[in-house]
């Protein structure tokens, strides 16, 4: 079997600061994600990447940047950061559509 | 475009009872439909999909969900629950033109009384 590590767990920022979250997958899958999680408005996709290298925006793509350096880890980085804001974003990978892997969030809290 | 509703943010059933929690969606094709579940502090994980044929489906822990093109549905059943099922459920929809794309519902939270 495999992980996905999203790091850190919990990413307190100042407005108007710029945030990167990681993600690192064993899988091997070539497709990863990035959806971010708020209450009451389930998952909303932001950056997805179909191979090393590639990015493909999502609905949500606007404040954000993501980098896919290497297969296995993909990256986000919120631009500048909302006061207030709070949610919580997952990590997901996957070889197919068929089934997607995800990873435990990491939980963004905005000063 | 597609998008995935699920009515009940919140439903609340005593451990033994039958479940049903709903789903309805919206695409001009035919949808691949997923549903998944998030335990608490745990990723979520697939629990059944449903591309095509017998639109009855069988997930794990005994969760079955039934296709309807006619009602745009895709409604996720238990028989009887037990208190373990308590967690938030999510409905998913994604479709051969995009296939890479999961669009997902707002979730359920399910909580299971003693």
């Known amino acids: 079997g495999g992980i996905i590590t999203q790091t850190p767990k919990f990413l307190i920022g100042q407005e108007g600061q710029k945030l990167t979250l990681k993600c690192q997958q064993n899988f091997n899958h070539d497709t990863m994600y990035w959806y971010r999680q708020d209450s009451g408005k389930g998952l909303r996709l932001i950056y997805y990447?179909?191979?090393?290298?590639?990015?493909q925006k999502g609905d949500l793509s606007e404040g954000y940047d993501a980098s896919r350096e290497k297969k296995s880890s993909f990256s986000l980085t919120v631009t500048s950061a909302q006061k207030n804001e709070m949610a919580v974003f997952l990590c997901?990978?996957?070889?197919?559509?068929?089934?997607?892997?995800f990873g435990h969030g990491t939980k963004l809290s905005v000063l | 475009a597609q998008s995935v509703t699920q009515p009940d943010a919140r439903v609340t059933v005593s451990e033994g009872a039958s479940l049903q929690l709903r789903c309805k969606y919206s695409?001009?094709?035919?949808?691949?439909l997923f549903w998944y579940v998030q335990y608490p502090r745990q990723g979520l994980q697939l629990l059944l999909k449903?591309?095509?044929?017998?639109?009855v489906v069988q997930g794990v822990n005994s969760f079955e969900a039934e296709f309807s093109k006619s009602n745009s549905s895709f409604h996720l059943q238990k028989a009887s629950v037990h208190w373990s099922d308590s967690a938030v459920y999510f409905c998913?929809?994604?479709?051969?033109?995009?296939?890479?794309?999961?669009?997902f519902g707002s979730g359920t939270k399910l909580t299971v009384e003693p």
């Open positions: 998913a929809l994604t479709s051969m033109s995009n296939y890479n794309v999961l669009y």
């Open positions: 990447s179909i191979t090393e290298n590639d990015l």
């Open positions: 695409y001009s094709a035919t949808p691949y």
């Open positions: 449903y591309y095509s044929g017998d639109p």
């Open positions: 997901a990978s996957s070889s197919t559509n068929e089934r997607l892997f």
